[in-house]
T-cell receptor, first 107, second 113 residues
């Protein structure tokens, strides 16, 4: 089955810093989604991005489907950005999830 | 437009009891997915349902677990004779069509004592 790898596994930054999170996947996919799981466990949709680039405020994402990776950019980090960031790709309508990047933003 | 709703948010059961988890999809969504998350891990697919049909249950254990999505009412994930290893967060997602964005509920955190 499809393998999804995320890096780095952990990231600790000062407030205001920028960061790039990476997601590699092992096969062609129809769909890729980025999620933020906040410290209370809630999953928040960030992007639906099977290819191309999207931006939403301080967050943007790029997926290069031909090279099987996606990047999530967070600019001017805030403490509320802390949590775990997951990418998930579809495989016959079930989402296959990476292990996540745990992000801690220090004030 | 209300999001995906799950209840209860927290559930405590003793070994051997039954757990029933409910999921109401977003309005207009007829596709429901259940996922399980163990601590410090990503989510794992369990089952995909459309109204009155199980489409794919390949991620669900063959014994003790069952799921349904009746014509009326929420989708139910049922775990019989729970064991400590069933302790996890169970998330439900819905989509208007398959192969489209899945929207997730807040999850049910099951603790088996």
């Amino acid at each position: 089955g499809i393998q999804v790898e995320q890096s780095p596994p952990d990231l600790i930054l000062q407030e205001g810093a920028n960061s790039t999170l990476r997601c590699n996947f092992s096969d062609s996919v129809n769909n890729l989604q980025w999620f933020h799981q906040n410290p209370w466990g809630q999953l928040i949709n960030l992007f639906y991005i099977p290819s191309g680039t999207k931006q939403n405020g301080r967050l943007s994402a790029t997926t290069v489907a031909t090279e099987r990776y996606s990047l999530l950019y967070i600019s001017s980090s805030q403490t509320t950005d802390s949590g775990v960031y997951f990418c998930a790709v579809d495989s016959n309508y079930q989402l296959i999830w990476g292990a996540g990047t745990k992000l801690i933003i220090k004030p | 437009n209300a999001g995906v709703m799950q209840n209860p948010r927290h559930l405590v059961r003793r070994r051997g009891q039954e757990a029933r988890l409910r999921c109401s999809p977003m309005k207009g969504h007829s596709h429901v997915y259940w996922y399980r998350q163990l601590p410090e891990e990503g989510l794992k697919f369990m089952v995909y349902l459309q109204k009155e049909n199980i489409i794919d249950e390949s991620g669900m254990p063959k014994e003790r677990f069952s799921a349904e999505f009746p014509k009326e009412g929420p989708s139910i994930l049922r775990i019989q004779q729970v064991v400590r290893g069933d302790s996890a967060a169970y998330f439900c997602a819905s989509s208007p069509l398959s192969l489209e964005t899945q929207y997730f509920g807040p999850g049910t955190r099951l603790l088996v004592l």
